[in-house]
């Protein structure tokens, strides 16, 4: 039965976020006429912030609750972000020869990203020590 709970809370997450990239994604895209796959770079250098951001608070403030976590970081996050389209627009921006645009929107995705997180995880210390 805990298992079950588990999976109905990354499951409802997963919709929150999923319907929560598609909402973002479509409004983006309607103002990206450039070929560059913006909306999904947009997207996961926010959901990277918001990991770092959230994984940091939960260990500090609740460390325990699991199934926060699992809501929060695997369901929302885990659906609002996503690799697999990175990596498909990416590929289809190669194969479009607009390789240019595939190396910076690699550059761009690692770099901030990354970035991202590191900046979330130290916010979260920030407001955590207050």
Do not use: H, W
């Not at 109905?8 to 006429?33: C, D, E, H, M, Q």
């Amino acid at each position: 039965m805990k298992e079950m709970i588990n999976v109905v809370a990354v499951g409802t997450g997963g919709f929150v976020g999923a319907a929560s990239r598609y909402f973002i994604s479509t409004l983006v895209n309607k103002l990206n006429t450039s070929g560059f796959p913006i909306a999904t770079l947009i997207i996961n250098i926010l959901g990277s912030f918001l990991i770092g951001l959230l994984t940091q608070l939960l260990m500090s403030l609740c460390p325990d609750n699991k199934k926060l976590n699992l809501f929060l970081t695997t369901g929302i996050l885990g659906g609002f972000t996503t690799f697999s389209t990175f990596s498909l627009e990416t590929v289809n921006l190669f194969q479009g020869g607009k390789a240019v645009f595939g190396v910076v929107n690699i550059v761009l995705s690692i770099a901030f990203c990354l970035t991202g997180v590191v900046l979330g995880k130290m916010l979260a210390k920030t407001i955590a020590s207050m």
